[in-house]
């Protein structure tokens, strides 16, 4: 959270007040083990409470965000956005920019993370779809590997037609041969 706020206009009060009624949560819910995503989760809220910022921060780290297309689901308010770029590689941006800029590196998922970041979406789709309560709740493993090993912005097309596949094919469940477009997968570098 410290790192999310870092240089933000948030009280110290306000932020004290967001730790205790996380751990307050924590706490009430009396379980003696906590899953590390249920406190991210509870982070996020309070940090969308407390400032978008640091929220937007918070997230493109937690849930892996690669660019700007993975911020198209999450409301913002960018009223005092003067300016704002991605690149592949900072290298490429020329000083004079990059020199009033603040620079974010954020790192590609690991294997695990690529993993929970492909079997996020799919729950996601699955539940925003009627047709995807079909659907086994939980994505199979060889087709969860195959999913996370592409980018997280082509994961979402991916499994889109994956799902359409599986459905051609007269099943109810994803298969690792539903995702066929293995062109997408390829990490292309483009500049900036």
């Given amino acids: 959270m410290q790192l999310a706020l870092r240089k933000r206009p948030v009280p110290r009060e306000a932020v004290d007040e967001a730790i205790s009624r996380i751990e307050d949560k924590l706490l009430s819910s009396a379980q003696r083990e906590i899953k590390s995503e249920k406190i991210g989760e509870l982070v996020m809220r309070e940090l ?11 997230a493109s780290v937690y849930r892996s965000f690669e660019d700007v297309d993975e ?24 000083e004079p920019i990059l020199n009033r800029m603040n ?8 294997e695990e993370g690529a993993r929970r970041i492909a079997a996020s ?11 995807g309560r079909v659907f086994p709740r939980e994505l199979g493993g060889e087709s969860l590997d195959r999913l ?19 459905k051609l094919a007269g099943r109810n469940e994803v298969l690792p041969e539903d995702f066929t477009d293995e062109r997408v997968a390829k990490k292309a570098r483009i500049g900036f």
């Fill in 48 to 58: 969308k409470r407390l400032d978008k910022v640091a929220y937007i921060r918070f």
């Fill in 121 to 131: 979406i799919y729950e996601e789709l699955r539940n925003e779809h009627a047709w």
């Fill in 148 to 166: 996370g090993r592409m980018k997280p912005r082509e994961m979402r097309r991916m499994m889109l037609a994956a799902f359409g596949n599986a």
């Fill in 71 to 94: 911020f198209a689901e999450v409301p913002i308010d960018a009223s005092d956005v003067v300016w704002i770029a991605t690149a592949n590689d900072a290298r490429s941006i020329p």
């Fill in 103 to 110: 620079v974010y590196a954020i790192e590609a998922p690991d």
